[in-house]
């Protein structure tokens, strides 16, 4: 049974910092991509950060690029997002997902290209 599921999320003032996990199990892909998503009230989900599980690397949004670090322990079976710097902005539900799909490797921020979602965790930014 596939699971993913996201905690950590809360309310922080601007400047400060949170640490998302995220619980990915119940599949065996040989290779696969996890990801951060995040959906802000009235704006489509937009990819966070992702990170290859084997190769270990890491690919960022642009507005969160020195601000978040994306990280994996595979023991563990855990995805983490640390979030830096946060900015009101930064205000929304974010998503854990698994899964890649095989037509997505090359435009892995993109939401559609993932089979396995979490329920969402919301972050909160006040100024």
């Known amino acids: 049974q596939v699971q993913v599921a996201e905690s950590g999320g809360g309310s922080v003032q601007a400047g400060g910092s949170l640490k998302l996990s995220c619980v990915v199990s119940?599949?065996?892909?040989?290779?696969?991509?996890l990801g951060w998503f995040r959906q802000a009230p009235g704006k489509e989900r937009e990819g966070v950060a992702t990170i290859h599980t084997g190769a270990l690397t890491t690919i960022y949004a642009d507005s969160v690029k020195g601000r978040f670090t994306i990280s994996h322990d595979k023991d563990a079976n855990t995805l983490y997002l640390q979030m830096s710097s946060l900015k009101p902005e930064d205000t929304a539900i974010y998503y854990c997902?698994?899964?890649?799909?095989?037509?997505?490797?090359?435009?892995?921020?993109?939401?559609?290209?993932?089979?396995?979602w979490g329920q969402g965790t919301q972050v909160t930014v006040s100024s």
């Open positions: 119940g599949y065996k892909d040989r290779r696969d991509c």
């Open positions: 997902a698994g899964g890649i799909k095989p037509d997505a490797w090359n435009s892995p921020l993109l939401p559609s290209g993932y089979k396995y």
